[in-house]
């Protein structure tokens, strides 16, 4: 019985795997030659005997190019199967597995029990893409939407959201995938420096809208390595584009994605209403001028009222200035919130912007690199900021 079907020649690779699917994960493990990375899906899976396979695991020892080539096919053919490559993962092959639909990769050296785990995650994948395709549209939520937003424009929601998605990124590659509900005058294309083949306007009307296997491959992939769903090429395409869909979109995704960051419009339209009926968190983006301040108030009650706050929320206090005029405890207290992250007015974040590189996937640790990057680890379920998420501790401005 294979439901599990490894290609490797290496007898101490096999041996691992077998110890990380023994006892605790159910069905077999059927080892086939490296060399059989060369055929194509169909004769690679006539050799897998009995059970229908879940997960189809490339070793060490195969040919990276062949493997790519052969998990692209298999997207195709067999979405529903995932398929792990075991490799050191470096950021160049990140971006190119996640372009052939890989789902995950393994490091060379990995213990039994990091394998379990690994391969678990992939067989729940599959039985939810099998159930999926058996069920029809709306799946259930899984990955964790965070909308990014606020009542105001030009105080760094895109900067935010976009960095944030960069940042994710690092603890759950291939794990990410940013929307632009900025239906007009979205610029996550911009920002990510992406020149994006389908957008939202592709996503939501025709064969995606039902099926989470088409809308995966209306994705564009950015360099920082998230995926990304841009806002449409037209502004007026956003008066097409309803509440409903917005919400069915958002749900697939999150059915696919570890994390869905959404990238919002200034206010608190009907689109972004729809969208935080399923958001898991918040991430409101002040400025530090009374304007801001005050529109952040309004929002907020707007929301309580309307009952849609979500149940995460962290509060990003940016354009931080000495010489504002206004301390962070100022802004704290006129909003009632604790602040969570800081994001000091900066040349290197404009500079990104222009270069549509963001500032987390470039080297400089400035003060902006640095609290942007700490910001994103609050959502890192193995990090000490995520367990300590009640305890906001106070920022302050360097
Ligand atoms: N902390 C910052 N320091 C300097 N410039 C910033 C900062 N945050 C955002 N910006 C710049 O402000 C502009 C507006 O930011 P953006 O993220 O597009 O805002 P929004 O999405 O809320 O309209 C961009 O050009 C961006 O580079
Ligand atoms: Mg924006």
Redesign the pocket.
Known sequence: MSRFLLLTDQPDFEKVVQLAIRGSLPGNLQRIPAAAVQLAPQELLARSLGEPTDVLMFGPDVSRTAALDLATAMDLLHPDISVVLTAPADSELIMSAMRAGIRDIAEPGSEPEQLRLLLERNCLTTESRRRKSGEGNIERRRGRVIAVM?P???????????NLAVGLSKFAPMGVVILDL?LQFG?VAS?LNLEPEHTITDAVFGAAAQDSMVLKAYLSVGESGVYALCGPKNPADADLISAEQVAILVSQLAAEFQYVVL?TA?GLGEHLLAALEMATDAVW?CGMDVPSIRGMNNGLVVLRELQLVPEGRHVVL???DRRAGLSVQDVELSIGLPIDAV????????????KGVPLLAEKSRGP?WRNLDKFARRFDPASKDALRKSAHRREVLQ
């Open positions: 606020s105001k424009g030009g105080v760094g929601k895109t900067t935010v959201a976009t900025d610029d920002a990238d200034p983006v940016n354009f931080a994001i000091p007015v900066s040349r290197s974040v404009s500079l990104s912007t222009n902006a």
